[in-house]
């Protein structure tokens, strides 16, 4: 798993970027149930990966003296290999103590 972010941070506290992902799984499945998975699929392997692009938006401010970051992103998906893409949005907020 690799993710890398570009961002551009503004006096007025908000920033904006580029953010993404590549996964791709080093290890053959081995739980129970993956030789007859493989074979109801019809591949050799079971190796997924998977990458992403999302747009960003943080904002940065203080909350009772506490530094807090919130950030908002729309990450889609692509090129998937033996899973699903998907598309989401997540939402996070950083306190600094």
């Known amino acids: 798993h690799v993710e890398a972010t570009v961002m551009q941070y503004l006096p007025s506290k908000f920033g904006f970027g580029v953010t993404g992902y590549a ?9 129970a149930g993956a030789d007859k998975l493989r074979v109801t699929a019809g591949t050799d392997s079971l190796q997924a990966e998977v990458y992403s692009i999302a747009p ?8 009772g003296g506490t530094s807090v970051s ?4 729309y990450v ?5 290999k033996r899973m699903f893409e998907n598309d989401a949005v997540w939402l996070s907020a950083t306190f600094s103590f």
């Open 70 to 73: 919130f950030k908002a992103k």
């Open 56 to 63: 960003l938006v943080s904002y940065a401010t203080e909350v």
């Open 23 to 31: 996964y791709k799984q080093l290890g053959e499945d081995s739980g």
């Open 76 to 80: 889609h998906e692509f090129g998937a």
